[in-house]
């Protein structure tokens, strides 16, 4: 899905906030979500009434999603959010929305407004710092791209998308924004958060790099544990 780049003073007014669980909103990626509460049908409904464009809602990541607070607008969230742009939406016959939604940039919170039917925030755009693509961006860049090679190789992700995030090569913002959104699982929403926090590229690519290091040891480990239990012990005679 194109979109165009982000213009950052849409931030400029308050923008709705949506706190999950074990989710995060990174740019480029696209979350489809089902909307049920009922003051987050409102939120919806309010988004809706706005023009294209300026449908924006905030993903936060709760840090307790046990908590009853989860269940109010006194939750504790982390501070740097995922801004997102609902991009489709489909109001069901129950009052609930399926909604598809397009990360578009990273943001702080400044002020958390809690005082309304849903939390609202003023947030402070935070762009990629690359670092004029030093070398040493380069470098993690490439590590990324040749352990997504791997995984192509031998098929610990689904082929396809590796070959979909291949070909954001030229983007390395998005081949690894997009990349992480899609093969970190949902138990590893703080590494998730950890490169949503993270304004700079390389630090960000070393980041995804080592966790997807690790995910092909493991797959390593796990095949030389099967061939391992060939041939079977029997009894001796």
């Known amino acids: 899905m194109h979109m165009s780049a982000f213009d950052p003073s849409l931030l400029q007014r308050p923008v709705c906030l949506f706190p999950l669980p074990n989710c995060v909103l990174l740019p480029g990626a696209a979350l489809p979500l089902h909307v049920f509460e009922p ?9 809706l009434a706005l023009p294209d464009g300026r449908r924006l809602i905030a993903i936060s990541l709760l840090l307790d999603s046990d908590a009853k607070s989860a269940l109010t607008n006194e939750a504790a969230i982390e501070p740097v959010v995922g801004v997102g742009e609902v991009a489709q939406c489909m109001a069901l016959p129950d009052g609930t929305y399926n909604i598809l939604m397009v990360g578009r940039a990273r943001a702080r ?22 670092r004029d693509m030093l070398s040493t ?5 490439d590590d990324v791209r040749t352990l997504l090679g791997d995984f192509r190789h031998f098929e610990i992700a689904d082929r396809e998308m590796i070959a979909h995030l291949l070909e954001l090569s030229p983007d ?16 590893e929403s703080g590494v998730k958060q950890r490169i949503l926090a993270e304004e700079r590229l390389e630090v960000r690519a070393e980041i ?30």
């Open 137 to 141: 961006v380069h470098d993690a860049i």
């Open 39 to 47: 003051r987050y049908r409102r939120m919806v409904g309010d988004l």
């Open 172 to 187: 390395p913002t998005t081949l690894i924004d997009v990349g992480a959104f899609h093969l970190l699982g949902a138990d």
């Open 109 to 130: 919170i400044v002020r958390d407004d809690r005082t309304g039917v849903y939390r609202r925030a003023e947030l402070r755009f935070l762009p990629s710092r690359p």
């Open 208 to 237: 995804l790099a080592i966790h997807l290091r690790q995910r092909l040891h493991q797959w390593r480990a796990r095949q030389f544990q099967s061939s391992s239990d060939w041939p079977p012990v029997g009894p001796m005679n």
